[in-house]
């Protein structure tokens, strides 16, 4: 495994919660639209990027359970699990691509694979279950994952996390926009999407977003981002009413 990005300072507002100084967002301040997207992404695209392999040790200090620091807590089915149980057996817990990495067809390799604002622990069986399906709501109850729905072409998260989703990927279609030899990302109101780079549905996302606001574990885990690894942020998290401001 490569060797973890040294941590640097964080913004003036403390080391696990709130949004950062006034000043990482100072030239977004004010726009919207088109234009603030467009701010966004200068802001945000300025990141240290992490090897796959860095992803292992990243996840075990980002996704850290608050009340047991030997373990990790699995996005979509919510367990807490040791850190330790990383890998790709049984109920072992792997790397869940939020962004499906086919959608887009960029894999592994550094850049938005192996970003961890939308990088996530997550049981290897629960993992291949929601594959590469789009975000929508309904379906069947997700193996192992209890309060998940699944069908052919949608995976429905639990209520406690379905805001998170919805903000990781805002994140993910604002930091890649095709500009800096990335693939460009974009949301779109379908499911069944495919290689294409693009991710649905958008308007359960922000259905989402509006009723699961940040909570103390996602704003945590952003300012560790930040100031621990890849050195920027989600905006998303920090100013959840730009949302509505993009996509309207």
């Given at each position: 495994?490569?060797?973890?990005?040294?941590?640097?300072?964080?913004?003036?507002?403390?080391?696990?919660?709130?949004?950062?100084?006034?000043?990482?967002?100072?030239?977004?301040?004010?726009?919207?639209?088109?234009?603030?997207?467009?701010?966004?992404?200068?802001?945000?695209?300025?990141?240290?990027?992490?090897?796959?392999?860095?992803?292992?040790?990243?996840?075990?200090?980002?996704?850290?359970?608050?009340?047991?620091?030997?373990?990790?807590?699995?996005?979509?089915?919510?367990?807490?699990?040791?850190?330790?149980?990383?890998?790709?057996?049984?109920?072992?817990?792997?790397?869940?691509?939020?962004?499906a990495k086919s959608h887009g067809d960029f894999g592994t390799a550094t850049?938005?694979?192996?970003?961890?604002?939308?990088?996530?622990?997550?049981?290897?069986?629960?993992?291949?279950?929601?594959?590469?399906?789009?975000?929508?709501?309904?379906?069947?109850?997700?193996?192992?994952?209890?309060?998940?729905?699944?069908?052919?072409?949608?995976?429905?998260?639990?209520?406690?996390?379905?805001?998170?989703?919805?903000?990781?990927?805002?994140?993910?279609?604002?930091?890649?926009?095709?500009?800096?030899?990335?693939?460009?990302?974009?949301?779109?109101?379908?499911?069944?999407?495919?290689?294409?780079?693009?991710?649905?549905?958008?308007?359960?996302?922000?259905?989402w977003h509006a009723q699961d606001l940040p909570d103390a574990f996602e704003k945590r885990r952003n300012?560790?981002?930040?100031?621990?690894?890849?050195?920027?942020?989600?905006?998303?998290?920090?100013?959840?009413?730009?949302?509505?401001?993009?996509?309207?």
């Amino acid at each position: 495994m490569g060797a973890t990005p040294t941590p640097t300072t964080g913004p003036t507002t403390g080391p696990t919660t709130g949004a950062p100084a006034d000043d990482y967002y100072r030239a977004a301040v004010g726009k919207s639209g088109p234009a603030l997207k467009t701010s966004l992404n200068q802001i945000i695209r300025t990141n240290t990027k992490l090897s796959y392999d860095q992803v292992w040790n990243a996840l075990k200090s980002t996704d850290e359970d608050p009340g047991n620091p030997a373990n990790v807590v699995l996005l979509y089915s919510g367990r807490s699990q040791s850190k330790s149980t990383n890998g790709g057996n049984g109920n072992d817990w792997n790397r869940e691509h939020v962004w499906a990495k086919s959608h887009g067809d960029f894999g592994t390799a550094t850049g938005p694979g192996t970003d961890l604002h939308h990088l996530r622990p997550e049981d290897v069986s629960v993992n291949a279950n929601r594959g590469n399906k789009d975000f929508d709501l309904g379906g069947s109850p997700a193996t192992e994952a209890p309060g998940n729905f699944t069908d052919s072409d949608s995976w429905e998260p639990r209520d406690a996390v379905k805001g998170d989703v919805a903000r990781m990927l805002f994140y993910m279609a604002v930091r890649y926009e095709g500009g800096d030899g990335y693939v460009n990302l974009e949301l779109n109101n379908n499911v069944s999407n495919g290689s294409a780079p693009y991710m649905g549905r958008l308007s359960v996302l922000l259905r989402w977003h509006a009723q699961d606001l940040p909570d103390a574990f996602e704003k945590r885990r952003n300012q560790v981002i930040f100031a621990g690894f890849q050195h920027n942020r989600n905006p998303f998290i920090d100013h959840p009413e730009w949302a509505a401001s993009i996509w309207n």
